[in-house]
């Protein structure tokens, strides 16, 4: 299957990482695995992606960040959502939802 334009990704980013984190922190690697696994591997994020959308968002007040251990016994920059970055989540859901299903109105009718 081919994977879909990286124009796509690039609007949904933000959200599908606010997503990746409203379960509980995670750091970069494990957010680009949870995306992966999620999607049954049809989006994959590149580093060049992630970790400044993760910087971005960090900025914008929607995670925040603290150092921690990863389960492979390395330092890492665990990502947290807070109360700006679930309420975004939660607009950015509804938004996706009003225009997927109009797209698919007009392009999965016969």
Do not use: C, N
């Amino acid at each position: 299957m081919a994977a879909p334009s990286s124009e796509l990704l690039h609007g949904t980013l933000e959200s599908l990482i606010l997503k990746a984190v409203a379960g509980g922190p995670r750091h970069g690697y494990a957010i680009a695995r949870w995306l992966e696994d999620s999607t049954g591997d049809v989006l994959q994020v590149e580093d060049g992606s992630l970790y400044p959308a993760l910087y971005r968002m960090e900025q914008r007040g929607l995670i925040q960040a603290s150092w921690g251990t990863s389960e492979l016994g390395r330092k890492a920059k665990f990502y947290r959502i807070t109360p700006a970055g679930r309420k975004r989540l939660a607009a950015s859901t509804a938004e996706w939802a009003r225009f997927s299903a109009a797209i698919s109105r007009v392009l999965l009718t016969v």
